[in-house]
């Protein structure tokens, strides 16, 4: 574990696409690592559908071993869709991995990087900066791998229990707050459908408790519908949102594609004592191996990963690094870089060197 500004990274690339935007990310860590006090160690170790194709599993022990010991673990994106379990679901470790270490907080945060177009009409001129949190260990993903089907139906169980509830609002509270400190509206909205079903009424139910013990935050409550709704008219309008497991996974999909698309969008699945950093794209298999990819989500991903180590540890510089990061990506973008996928000719290697540059 970490000792003074030192840490110890489980680096885990995944699939198709995985492993080309890690390598970005791990050159800017290295560069950041000649710019301030801090000093990080890498070990690399197999996760995804290729280790799954190679030896039936997932993820060895080995990994899980590396993961428990290290001071945070970047994730590449993992699966391949023509790789299955026997049920036909997709090989998954971002999601074992929350379930392993309890990460019950996934942090999805959305900002418009100046540059980078927006499907909505005066996003440009308004902002965006806004934070999903998506509960990670439960909802309809508690029933993964327990769903019963038969030849007439098929059933899956949504769970939601007040101890994980209790520590999602807790942490939502906590983040709305710090936001408040940088300057952010420091607003929580609580988004659910506990108009239609008891088990959301009770998460509602929660929240409002936990909110007495917070005073200062403004807060809200919106259904997942209307929320959604809001999103692409007026996103501009939004700080912090917090909703369970299978709202947030559709949610922050929605408000990754407002500030570009999957391919500028980091995320973090956090604990109470670890936590893996992963861009929210997928393994674009049909891409891979040609240069084609964008690393910015992985590359903001591990700016992510050192402001939670520094809150978590303390240092102060690591917060300044990675906002450091998060400056170096504002610079490029705003000078005229444009990502394939935006139409534009920049690839993984252009995006690379021009943050290694900016920074």
Known sequence: MSANNAFHIAVLAGDGIGPEVMAPA???LRKIETKSGLSFRFTEAPAGATNYLATGKSMPDTTIKLCEEADAI?????????VRYPDNTEIAPQIELRFIFDLYAGVRPARLIPGVPSPIVGADQRGIDLVVIR??????????GKGVVTHEDARETMVITRKTSERLFEFSFRLAERRKARGKPGMLACVDKANVFKAF?????IFDEIAKRHPEVKTDRLYVDACSAMLVKRPWDFDVMVMENMFGDIVSDITASLIGGLGMAPSADIGDKYAVFQPCHGTAPDIMGQGKANPTGMILSAAMMLDWLADKH????AAEAGEQI???VDEIYAGGLKPMEFGGSNGTADITKAVLGAL
């Not at 009424?201 to 139910?205: C, I, L, S, V």
């Open 135 to 144: 509960e990670s260990t439960e909802g309809l993903f508690a029933s993964m």
């Open 326 to 328: 998060e400056r170096a």
């Open 26 to 28: 791990i050159e800017v």
């Open 314 to 317: 303390g240092v102060e510089g």
């Open 74 to 82: 970047l994730l590449g994106a993992c699966g391949l869709p023509s």
């Open 201 to 205: 009424a009770f998460f509602r139910g």
